[in-house]
Structures are given as C-alpha cells and as structure tokens.
C-alpha cells in the first residue's frame, strides 16, 4: 500500500451513505476513515492526519457546525467539505461562519463530490488564498470581507462566491455558463438567468455612481471584471 495516497476522514451518520462515499473515495485512490457522530468524528480529526474532511451537518451528539467550529480554533486547518440538506442555504451562511471551505448538497452526484474534493486539495496546496483587489475593490478571502469604494460591503454566500470568482478571473471574459458551473455548481438544475439576476445584486451593493461598475458585460458572452 502506498504510503502516498491521501486520507480522508468522513463524518455522516447515514452508514449506508458513509460507505457509499467511502467506497467511491478508495477506488479514486483515497485511504478512508468513517465516523458517525460529532464527538467521535471531532476527535478523530483533532488527533488524525487527514488532507481532506467530509462533514455532515445533521449529527448525533453534535452538528457539523459545532465540530468545524471547534476544529478551527483547536488550529486544525484541514480543508473541509460539508455536506447540507438540499435546500441548506442557511446551513451555507452558518457553515461559512465557522470555517467551512466547501459545500454540497444532498443528494449529489459522485462525480461532482469527487471533482470538490480534488479542487478542495489544489486550493489548499497552493497556499492560503490572497487577497484579490481590482481597480477600487478589495475581497478577502480569509476574513471573507469585501471593500469598495472605501466601504464595507456585506454580500451573502453565494454573492461572494460570485464577486470571488470573477475576481480570481480579472481581466477575462467568462461565459454565463461557465460562471453557473463554477459558483453554483454543474449539478444545478434551476433557471441559468439566475448568474445575471446576482450579477444585478452584487453591482447594487458594490457600485458606486458616477464611477463605472467593475463587473462588464460582454455582449454575447458574458462578464469580466476589470478597472475601466
């Protein structure tokens, strides 16, 4: 067995899923450890050596945001999916808020838990994310706070995934659809307009009249964000 295949630890309690995504995990080449509820999960990754966690929101003893909160002040910085329910919008806010770095929504795909978790992986091994700023906008990933224009701007989760992206992408022209697949994922089976309707949103709260916005549309492709 090699001693270089990555380890991940998933924390769910639905046994029938835990193996399903344990047995998924090993034949892509991941070493596997399962579980089942938040004390016993808090501890393995508190004391273990993982790349990479997969935590449920919904578990016994304690939730998922009770364990990422506490690994994150015990310093562990493992890069951390976690799972929520389909409609789990407020559990991405709270996740967001105790140092969640990803999500994803039951019941989902196995193509798509595999493809977050290697992207989960890239982004950790090269480094911590830096700041991104263009033209008179600041978005810090870390803190996850957003300055425009000398203000502070209060965007909700899926506004700052959004701003993130284009952000990390100044300067190019981006397709609607490869902006949906990116910020909501390719598994999302709701009406495509919705990039430009946030679009709208995050123009509102991070514009600043008479100065021209720095997201562009690019007629008959999409958006760049850029200084002018």
Not at 14 to 21: M, S, T
Not at 104 to 133: D, T
Not at 195 to 201: D, K, P
């Amino acid at each position: 067995m090699s001693k270089d295949r990555r380890r991940v630890l998933v924390i769910e309690d639905d046994h029938d899923l835990a193996r399903a995504v344990a047995d998924l995990l090993e034949d892509d080449g991941f070493l596997v450890e399962k579980r089942f509820d938040g004390e016993a999960g808090f501890a393995e990754a508190l004391h273990g050596s993982y790349q990479v966690i997969v935590l449920d929101v919904m578990l016994p003893k304690r939730n998922g945001f009770s364990v990422c909160q506490d690994l994150r002040a015990a310093g562990v910085e493992t890069p951390l999916l976690m799972l929520t329910a389909k409609d789990g919008e407020l559990d991405e806010v709270e996740g967001l808020e105790v140092g969640a770095d990803d999500f994803l929504r039951k019941p989902f795909e196995n193509s798509i838990l595999v493809a977050r978790i290697h992207a989960l992986l890239r982004r950790h091994e090269r480094g911590r994310p830096q700041r991104l700023v263009v033209g008179p906008v600041s978005l810090d990933p870390l803190r996850r706070s957003i300055v425009s224009h000398g203000r502070d701007v209060t965007l909700t989760p899926r506004e700052f995934a959004l701003l993130e992206y284009l952000m990390s992408h100044a300067g190019e022209s981006l397709a609607k659809i490869e902006i949906l697949h990116a910020v909501w994922g390719t598994d999302f089976d709701g009406d495509p307009n919705i990039v430009e309707v946030y679009i709208g949103y995050l123009r509102r709260k991070i514009d600043l009249a008479p100065f021209p916005s720095v997201i562009r549309t690019v007629r008959g492709v999409g958006y760049c964000v850029s200084e002018g």
